[in-house]
């Protein structure tokens, strides 16, 4: 029940930001996304030649990722939690002429889905939004084929343990869990924003409990330009302030393989 109750309140936020978040964001469809600072799947190539593959986006949001693989001939499904964030991605889809399934669930049961149906699973910046990572991680080997990639791109614990704007650490890493931000809106209202810091190494155990084989752990940094996949807004430059983004990257990328 309580778990559940916190799924409500992260789906709430998202339900009421979700238009604020795609404005101030403005993520491209040109290639899948992995974080900010970091450069795109068209030059780090973690997936190869996506052409003919079936993909399963986890925590899709506005579907910029998928959009991006469908338009290279994979077959992709979104799966998010928020309704506003897929009626922004099945509009955007529309937009550029793409067919992509986007259905709304929960990306820790991932029930839907039919087992060994996937050739790949990816997500981006989602899995801080969810308390079990291993349950998650489980239900994607079960949807996965043989030989079947996950590819995620997460928020780097290390950077979510500093304040971008004192430089200081106000996060114990040792303690990671959930953390409750109340934000006070421009119009004064106030919203309840819940997230999970999760060490890396919940990520590479779980990954390797649930049966995984992981390939690579990358740390990129892209500086040059604006904010790679991410709009150089206002928003976003106070919270990737270039001066910590410099000494922390703030993305993480996993790559593992069903074997």
């Excluded at 990722?65 to 955007?92: N, P, R």
């Excluded at 084989?213 to 940094?221: G, N, Q, S």
């Excluded at 150089?232 to 106070?238: N, S």
Aim: hydrophobic share 35%; proline share 4%; net charge positive.
């Amino acid at each position: 029940m309580i778990m559940a109750n916190v799924q409500k309140e992260i789906q709430k936020w998202w339900e009421e930001n979700s238009a604020g978040y795609q404005r101030d964001s403005n993520i491209g469809t040109r290639s899948a996304h992995y974080g900010p600072f970091s450069p795109g799947e068209s030059e780090l190539r973690l997936l190869g030649d996506v052409k003919g593959k079936k993909i399963l986006e986890i925590g899709c949001g506005g579907g910029q990722c998928s959009i991006a693989f469908a338009k290279q001939g994979a077959k992709c499904t979104g799966v998010d939690i928020s309704k506003e964030q897929l009626e922004y991605a099945e509009e955007l889809a529309k937009k550029n002429n793409v067919s992509v399934k986007f259905v709304q669930g929960d990306i820790q049961t991932l029930k839907q889905f039919k087992s060994s149906d996937y050739d790949i699973v990816f997500s981006a910046f989602a899995l801080q939004y969810i308390p079990d990572l291993g349950k998650c991680f489980k239900e994607v080997y079960r949807a996965l084929r043989k030989k079947g990639v996950l590819v995620l791109g997460l928020s780097h614990p290390f950077y979510d343990a500093i304040s971008p704007k004192t430089m200081k650490i106000t996060r114990n890493y040792n303690k990671a869990g959930k953390f409750v931000n109340i934000e006070t809106w421009p119009d004064g209202s106030k919203h309840k924003f819940v997230e999970f810091l999760h060490k890396i190494s919940e990520v590479t155990d779980g990954l390797i409990d649930s049966g995984f084989v992981l390939e690579k752990v990358i740390e990129p940094l892209e500086t040059k330009g604006h904010h790679i996949g991410w709009s150089a807004g206002k928003v976003w430059r106070e919270i990737y302030p270039r001066k910590l983004v410099k000494l922390i990257g703030p993305t993480i990328i996993f790559k593992a393989r069903k074997p």
